[in-house]
């Protein structure tokens, strides 16, 4: 039996293969991009079989640098609340991906939430009535495409997340979702085994076109061998910012991360304790192995990497995301310039769907530099929003451990710790989220005797970044942040 862990990263813009070896070292890694659709506006989609024909691509990459047999187990980390909808007997898409960035269903929350349904889903499942989460997104599915209705008379229909969907195709067939993706669909109760009737129902998503719940670590399919050349247990399956908590080590009880990738993402462990929030965070499953649960509290803003990203591809003030770093760097303020990023609405502790995005304290002393900084500023006001919300709901934070591509930004990790007035920890290797994913299969598959022991043996060095900021500047920019949120 091999060694090596090989992860499958799913991500939003692109999707990449990552061999670990069982001490965390990354062996090697192949990574290609996703194609973005955007149909209308406030509508995100993905093609699904490009989902999986690259995914495959780069996990043939990955398999064939490595020795015959040296991979013990993959694991599947993926970008959640997507929702794929395939035909069971052909294994082909009905239609396109709905992506988790996706607004089209607002109106529906609001229905929901007007007819008061809101309170109980939340005591339910954790979560709230919003387009970001899975459920109503099957729905639209079945309400507008044409060949998702019919495969659903039939039978034929499979709806999944994207782990769900990859499983799906390298196993020949077995429907599963891991507890941490079936947490984010509005289906799942959070001390339920698996998806509720009654949920269902209340959405009009017919359950047996779910997939069966199954554990986060632990061998839950098999990768038939044509796809690799080897039979591999499927040893890992979970949800992005639930795999870099686990890669960041957060496995005690007020263990906090902090994801800064296409979103922004913060998650506390909260052990079993099945979370509340009157605060508007969502409760959520972190992980699950022999079907006992470790669940967190989070808090998910919508627009992190991808308002760098719009700055770039869009307005052109930037070639490059790392530019925004000495960009920063070469003034002393944003020169009163602030950037609310609600390009697809506000996420928590805000809920507002329908927001959008505020430039505002704009004269004509603004330049790239100031529009740069502010929206770095802007990553650590929403953090700082999340703070007083999480310490609200009992779950303050010591210490925030940082990851995902904008956290490589030494400039913003200063700026989180000063802002937040805490200590910022950030990862040699900021992968945490494939890293995660690895953690969970290794654990899964046996090379490891727990999720616990596997982070210590897989999990690297760490830098500090300590707060060194005046009170009376922290407040100035939190009010310019409030005044900035009122026009949305």
């Keep these: 039996m091999g060694e090596n862990i090989l992860v499958l990263d799913a991500g939003t813009t692109s999707t990449r293969a990552m061999l670990f070896a069982p001490d965390g070292t990354l062996l090697s890694v192949a990574q ?271 627009v992190a990497g991808s308002l760098v990203q719009w700055l770039r591809d869009s307005l052109g003030i930037i070639s490059s995301a790392a530019e925004t770093e000495a960009l920063a760097r070469s003034i002393p303020d944003s020169g009163g310039v602030t950037i609310v990023p609600a390009l697809s609405g506000l996420g928590a502790p805000h809920w507002l769907p329908q927001a959008r995005g505020v430039v505002a304290g704009l004269s004509f002393a603004t330049g790239r530099a100031q529009i740069a900084r502010a929206a770095l500023e802007a990553m650590t006001h929403q953090t700082h929003d999340l703070a007083e919300a999480f310490a609200a709901d009992g779950a303050p934070w010591s210490r925030l451990r940082i990851d995902g591509g904008m956290s490589a930004n030494d400039w913003m990790a200063q700026d989180l710790a000063d802002m937040l007035d805490l200590e910022v920890e950030r990862p040699d290797f900021v992968e945490t989220t494939a890293l995660g994913a690895a953690i969970c299969a290794a654990t899964g598959a046996g090379l490891h005797g727990s999720l616990e022991d596997a982070a210590q043996a897989m999990r690297g060095t760490t830098r500090t970044f300590s707060p060194d900021m005046d009170d009376s500047l922290r407040k100035e920019r939190l009010a310019g942040w409030r005044k900035a949120l009122t026009a949305v």
């Design 32 to 302: 290609k991009e996703l194609t973005q659709h955007y149909p209308r506006p406030g509508r995100v989609e993905h093609d699904a079989a490009e989902i999986w024909s690259r995914t495959l691509a780069c996990a043939r990459q990955v398999a064939g640098e490595s020795e015959d047999g040296s991979i013990a187990a993959i694991g599947i980390t993926n970008q959640r609340e997507t929702v794929v909808a395939w035909d069971r007997a052909t294994g082909e898409p009905l239609a396109r991906a709905i992506v988790w960035q996706d607004r089209r269903t607002a109106d529906f929350c609001a229905e929901l939430k007007e007819t008061g349904h809101e309170e109980e889903v939340q005591a339910r499942t954790g979560l709230l009535l919003d387009p970001y989460f899975s459920a109503t997104k099957m729905r639209w599915l079945l309400d507008n495409e044409g060949p998702v209705r019919a495969a659903a008379r039939r039978g034929a229909l499979a709806f999944g997340t994207v782990e769900s969907w990859l499983a799906f195709k390298l196993s020949g067939g077995e429907h599963v979702s891991d507890a941490s993706n079936a947490s984010r669909t509005l289906l799942l109760p959070l001390d339920g085994g698996q998806f509720d009737a009654g949920l269902c129902d209340l959405f009009g998503v017919p359950v047996r076109a779910l997939p069966r719940v199954v554990d986060t670590s632990g061998e839950v399919a098999v990768c038939e061998k044509r796809w690799l050349g080897a039979a591999v247990p499927i040893c890992g399956l979970v949800g992005d910012q639930q795999s870099a908590t686990i890669g960041q080590g957060c496995l005690r009880p007020g263990d906090t991360k902090a994801t800064y990738g296409t979103g922004a993402f913060v998650l506390t462990n909260m052990g079993e304790e099945v979370p509340r929030s009157d605060h508007r965070l969502l409760g959520t499953v972190l992980s699950q192995s022999g079907g006992n649960r470790t669940y967190a509290v989070e808090g998910s803003v919508f």
